[in-house]
């Protein structure tokens, strides 16, 4: 009986030793893996262009986007289901990453009345009045321009608004990576994407159990 329980202590010891430190580096060496993947898949579209002559509706601009993350997003009220799917997918992705360091999502927006139709907009997707949310006013002709600068893949007939693609720009301002957030791998990709760069060591878990629900 001792012998059977001491035994059982080694192996207990011997598992301490060497088994769990084992584990956890099989652990992070596949967590560290599966980051430099996601990050490898990153492409280069070219440097953010200037929004300077773009004047806000809500929110600011930061003085430097450089060393933040930056999702751009495309609004034409007029587009209703481009708008709804953009709306819902902008505020899950506020309320997950609310708290984050170094994130922006700016969206340039088409409207006759820009101010109320950001408004209604904000108010419909519960969108607070934060720093890490902006609406920059553009004419036609502008809006086309900045879709066209940010290199969107929309088909020919397309247009920005209607297709609700948006633009991922790392801290560098180099344009990494484009997605379609009708499409349900683009949305899920986009959020694991920016959660595995971010730091958000608390709602990590939380993170990845709403993105399997998009």
Do not use: C
């Amino acid at each position: 009986m001792a012998k059977t329980k001491k035994l059982f202590s080694s192996a207990i010891l011997l598992f301490i030793l060497v088994g769990l430190p084992a584990v956890s580096f099989i652990y992070l060496r596949s967590g560290a893996n599966y980051r430099r993947g996601a990050i490898a898949t990153m492409g280069d579209f070219g440097k953010m262009p200037d929004l300077g002559n773009l004047p806000p509706v809500r929110g600011e601009v930061p003085d430097d986007w450089r060393g933040a993350m930056t999702v751009v997003g495309w609004l034409d009220p007029t587009k209703a289901e481009g708008t709804k799917v953009y709306g819902h997918m902008l505020d899950s992705l506020y309320q997950q990453f609310q708290d984050s360091p170094n994130l922006y999502f700016t969206t340039i927006v088409l409207a006759e009345e820009p101010v109320t139709a950001v408004e209604a907009f904000a108010n419909t997707y519960h969108l607070p009045d934060s720093k890490m949310v902006s609406f920059l006013r553009a004419d036609e002709r502008d809006f086309a321009a900045t879709a066209e600068a940010f290199k969107l893949p929309l088909g020919t007939y397309d247009s920005p608004g209607v297709q609700p693609v948006v633009a991922l720009v790392d801290s560098s301002l180099t344009i990494v990576e484009h997605y379609d957030l009708a499409r349900r791998d683009d949305a899920i990709g986009l959020v694991q994407l920016i959660s595995l760069i971010i730091p958000l060591p608390a709602k990590q878990d939380i993170i990845l159990d709403r993105g399997k629900e998009l």
